[in-house]
């Protein structure tokens, strides 16, 4: 069964980067796209960008052009979101989701979500 | 930029009513619309996709339509586990904004 596995909380002070990663299994890594959303305590959701493991293109929210870098490493079948330059609004739950085909963009499976937390 | 909105922000409703969420785009999106379901605390999960077609595993209780700028997502008989957060989302996939969401409608028990 697909599977997206995020990794753990992270703290981090304001004007620091934060990386955050999605373990995929389950299907051929390289066939789907994947969506990054977050979503700050009480508030919505908030898409960010998507990638294309197979040939990591990428595309991002203008929100967060120049400060987030998508990547992955399709030898252990991973995505990566790094967010630079942080503040206390960007304090929130990250998500990855694997699109469930790559003609629709809807999102069908999702991670279990990695808090972030920036203070000083 | 495409612009989502939703109405209500919230509604009240009792285990058996019909329920209606309304979600309009800014310009036309043509049928680039998909609607989650979210808990608190978990996930969100995708319950129809291309404004109208219902995901596996999802109850039949759930159903989707329009195209254009609105859309309608419609729970026939509501159950208790319905009571969640509802986002509609365009996926137009066009640059700046890509794969908008909408607001969220909060939908509680009466």
């Keep these: 069964q697909v599977q997206l596995v995020q990794s753990g909380a992270e703290v981090k002070k304001p004007g620091a980067s934060v990386k955050v990663s999605c373990k995929a299994s389950g299907y051929t890594f390289t066939s789907y796209d994947i969506n990054w959303v977050r979503q700050a305590t009480g508030q919505g959701l908030e898409w960010m960008g998507w990638m294309n493991p197979n040939s990591g293109n990428t595309g991002y929210a203008q929100k967060f052009q120049g400060r987030v870098t998508m990547t992955r490493n399709t030898s252990i079948s991973t995505a990566y979101m790094e967010l630079s330059s942080l503040r206390s609004e960007d304090t929130a739950v990250y998500y990855c989701a694997r699109v469930i085909t790559m003609v629709q963009g809807a999102s069908g499976y999702w991670g279990q979500g990695t808090l972030v937390t920036v203070s000083s | ?110």
């Design chain 2, 1 to 110: 930029d495409i612009q989502m909105t939703q109405s209500p922000s919230s509604l009240s409703a009792s285990v058996g009513d019909r329920v209606t969420i309304t979600c309009r785009a800014s310009q036309s999106i043509s049928s680039y619309l998909n609607w989650y379901q979210q808990k608190p605390g978990k996930a969100p999960k995708l319950l129809i996709y291309a404004a109208s077609s219902l995901q596996s595993g999802v109850p039949s209780r759930f159903s989707g339509s329009g195209s254009g700028t609105d859309f309608t997502l419609t729970i026939s008989s509501l159950q208790p586990e319905d009571f969640a957060t509802y986002y509609c989302q365009q996926s137009y996939s066009t640059p700046p904004d890509w794969f908008t969401f909408g607001p969220g409608t909060k939908v509680d028990i009466k």
